[in-house]
């Protein structure tokens, strides 16, 4: 039950935003438990964004990912 | 973000398995436990214990917010729906099995039960029919605290109440290295729940108990690095608490949602199914709220409920004792279609997803 899913922020009017979960359909979410501007992407769970998905850290994992599984030997 | 592919990239998925292959001689046999039903789903969805090498064993806790809610709570949220209160729930929850009946045959009985997306539609409901009053079963660990918080603490309509079944996952975390033949040698820390409470209530479990502790995202590339991380550990014999998911979880966690549970709720001690009591593990309303708590403004309460069947393994699936094919049941008495036990009803019980996806496991 703690699935969430990640939405990008279209518009914010005070607590509520519009969300786009990636396919063009915009649902309200209430907001008022994070810092999110419009153009950011939060998570979503039950109808309340969680957190904010910070996008530099999502492409740092990646490539962190690559360089762990680099450094380390067979 | 279209990098959002390489999370489940296969090549990178192999990669990742050929390196705790080659770690697991060294790491001797290593049992990781997770305690959310979104990994159990990932691991059996995608299939990733077949990845794994025999030494490497992933087991699931109790991580199922739904399937932990005891009988006697069920039971509490029959009575008021039996008293002509509107009892407002998330789906999950409508057939968890109570010590008579579950709230779905409390709705069959002509009670009036409704199924809510987000607490916020329980606030609404009442707001538009003001002549009925409404209590919302806010069930959930961490992840789902929070929005009930906020609409406790934002005036809510005076026809509107709250009987509260939230949790708290790092007691149920220290319970499971109490059991003693249960030997686990890591943990992954559920990445939602992490997302609220942040990093510094797993430390203990490296600090104190030796325990390599991970928290990990959702992606299947999340959890089978996760292992990786943990396996690693083992094999250097070291024990450190790791963030695989720093795109969501900031070591602080989100600290606005942890005011407002801290605004709302006290912590208190709490039953959990199939595992008993444990101190500091359940949220209760604060006093200030106290017009708002179903349990004291309708006065019920039920001391015990019955929260296993007689054959039901579940208490013993949710520890992670046995899996759900070891319970004889499973499949058998007790199916996604008619259900016994909690760990069959929840789409995140662990029996329930193991259904869904048998295929996968066989």
Known sequence: MCLAIPAKVMNIDGNKANVDFGQGVLREVNVSLVEAKVGDYVLVHAGYAIQVIEEKEALETLSLWNSILEATPE | MAENLKFRNPELAQNIAAKIKSLAPKAGKTKICHVCGTHEWTITHYGL??????????????GCPVCIVPAAEIDEAVQLA???????????????????????????????????????????????????????????????????????????PKNLSFLVSHRLIPPAMELLLGV???????????????????????ELFPR?????????????????????????????????????????????GNPKALEMM?????????????????????????ESLADYDARLKYGVHVEQGKDILLGCECHLVIIGKIKPNQCPMFMKACTPEKPVGACMVSSEGTCRVWAKNVAIQA
């Open chain 2, 49 to 62: 214990r077949s990845l794994l090498p025999e030494d490497v064993e992933v087991i699931a806790g109790p």
């Open chain 2, 208 to 252: 104190v108990y030796r325990m390599p502790t991970v928290v990990a995202g959702f992606e299947p590339i999340d959890v089978l690095m996760a292992i990786y991380m943990i396996v690693k550990q083992q094999s250097e014999g070291t024990a450190k608490l790791e963030n695989e998911y720093p795109r969501v979880v900031k070591p602080e």
């Open chain 2, 262 to 286: 801290n605004k709302a709720f006290t912590v208190t001690g709490g039953n959990w199914r199939g595992i008993g009591r444990l101190p500091d593990s359940a949220l209760q309303l604060r």
């Open chain 2, 180 to 202: 003693g033949d249960l030997q686990i040698d890591g943990f992954i820390a559920p990445g939602h729940v992490s997302a609220i409470i942040g990093l510094k209530p797993y």
């Open chain 2, 82 to 156: 039996q008293m002509g209160i509107v009892v407002t729930c998330f789906g999950d929850v409508l057939r968890v099995p109570g010590s008579k009946m579950s709230l779905l045959e409390a709705k069959a009985g002509g009670a009036d039960v409704r199924i809510v997306y987000a607490v916020s539609d329980a606030v609404e409901m009442a707001k538009h029919e003001s002549q009925k009053q409404f209590a919302f079963f806010a069930v959930g660990f961490e992840t789902t605290a929070p929005s009930t918080a906020v609409e406790a603490l934002g005036n809510p």
